[in-house]
């Protein structure tokens, strides 16, 4: 591994105070959102807080690794690292050696850490697909060059299902699809492939019936609000009790035993009913401006010359923040059906924050000596060009 020699070149700062406040604001929210629940299990307000600030700051440091590091020089590492992550995720299907929770085997167990190698498999992902299309860009004006992209999503997502991680399947299908629309494939060979999926998604939620049940949750929770629709129902009544201002902080009733999950998967929710339609709305303002500006990022980097490797990674590392992002505000909100994927940093769990900033951390990488415009002009949140051959 080399590091980069721009000594006076520094990242984009508006996204890098984006990020921060978004951290920052997480680590309040997991605080108010789990206080009481650490207390009751483990004896300690403070217990949840203190692991997320953990998670935080061994996040930080990989962040600044990313940052720093000279991204030409890993892309040799491109297909091992892949062949890597395709072994963790058969390992970890291996009974044994996986650790299950709440029915999913999907964690190694490192002394009192777990970590969930399907993170480790969505940077991966993105570094190989923005390598190989490089390379391979003279390819794409054909469906043959489509096939090996579809054959190993399609593994990695035999490899999710095993996992009972459904959503990560469905969130890397949009990452690859629009990596692969920016690369410059033509829009009519993604209808073969989509008349394939469809109806392979479609056989995955009627095969397994706790798919089928969040499903008619979504639909209509009320049918079961002691089942199935418990979540929903709750989340949605804390999202209601918000009003416009919010309860204040730390008053949120929801979080007392009632909304499952309130610090990690549902964090929103105890936001939108502490800090009301403005706080939410300001958060979900404040995903949006972190996405435009990172497509931005990628933007500016595939004009660069020979930059259209930095300009897919950047592209695909701001929509995997942004689709997951998407899927879980709209889980809250009732606008999806339920589905365990958490809040990009804001939710508690280490595998996610980790992970999650050392993609910024190489987005920060791509970013350094661009002269990226103000953070409110006309055009710093535009994305003019886009990314593709």
Same mark, same amino acid.
């Given at each position: 591994m080399s590091f980069r020699n721009e000594k006076t070149a520094s990242p984009d700062f508006f996204l890098f105070l984006l990020t921060l406040i978004l951290v920052t604001s997480g680590l309040i929210m997991v605080y108010s959102s789990s206080a009481i629940l650490a207390h009751d299990r483990y004896g300690s307000s403070y217990y949840f807080f203190a692991r997320q600030l953990l998670w935080i700051l061994v996040g930080s440091f990989g962040m600044w690794v990313a940052s720093r590091v000279d991204l030409e020089s890993l892309r040799a590492l491109a297909i091992p690292a892949l062949f890597m992550g395709l072994f963790l995720m058969v390992l970890v299907c291996v009974p044994g050696i996986g650790r299950t929770v709440g029915g999913a085997q999907r964690w190694f167990r490192l002394g009192p850490f777990s970590f969930q190698p399907s993170e480790v498999m969505k940077i991966i992902l993105v570094f190989y697909l923005a390598d190989s299309l490089d390379r391979r860009k003279q390819t794409l004006v054909n469906f043959s060059g489509l096939m090996p992209y579809l054959v190993l999503l399609g593994m990695v997502m035999v490899l999710l299902e %095993?996992?009972?991680d459904f959503g990560t399947?469905? @969130?890397l299908a949009l990452v690859t699809i629009l990596l692969l629309f920016l690369a410059g494939i033509q829009w009519t060979y993604f209808l073969i492939p989509l008349s394939v999926l469809i109806p392979v998604f479609i056989f @995955?939620?009627?095969?397994?019936s706790y798919r089928m049940k969040r499903i008619t949750a979504f639909l209509n929770p009320w049918d079961d609000p002691q089942g199935a629709g418990f979540q929903l129902i709750q989340s949605l009544i804390a999202v209601g009790n918000g009003g416009l201002k919010g309860v204040g902080l730390a008053n949120s009733s929801q979080k007392l035993f009632y909304l499952p999950a309130p610090h990690t998967d549902f964090i929103f929710a105890v936001i939108a009913e502490e800090l009301g339609l403005l706080g939410a709305g300001t958060l979900v303002f404040l995903f949006a401006v972190f996405i435009l500006r990172g497509f931005k990022v990628a933007s500016m980097a595939s004009q660069r010359e020979g930059g259209l490797f930095q300009g897919l990674l950047a592209s695909g590392i701001t929509g995997l923040i942004g689709f997951q992002a998407l899927?879980? /505000? +709209?889980?809250?909100? +009732? /606008? @999806?059906?339920?589905? +365990? =994927?958490? /809040?990009? /940093? =804001?939710s508690y769990g280490g595998s996610s924050m980790v992970f999650t900033l050392v993609s910024i951390g190489i987005l920060f990488n791509i970013s350094r000596g #661009? %002269? #990226?415009?103000s953070a409110f002009s006309e055009s710093s949140l535009a994305v003019r060009g886009g990314v593709g051959v």
């Open positions: %095993k996992q009972h399947a469905v @969130l @995955l939620v009627q095969s397994a899927v879980n /505000l +709209g889980v809250v909100t +009732g /606008l @999806l059906p339920t589905k +365990g =994927i958490p /809040l990009p /940093l =804001i #661009m %002269k #990226m415009p």
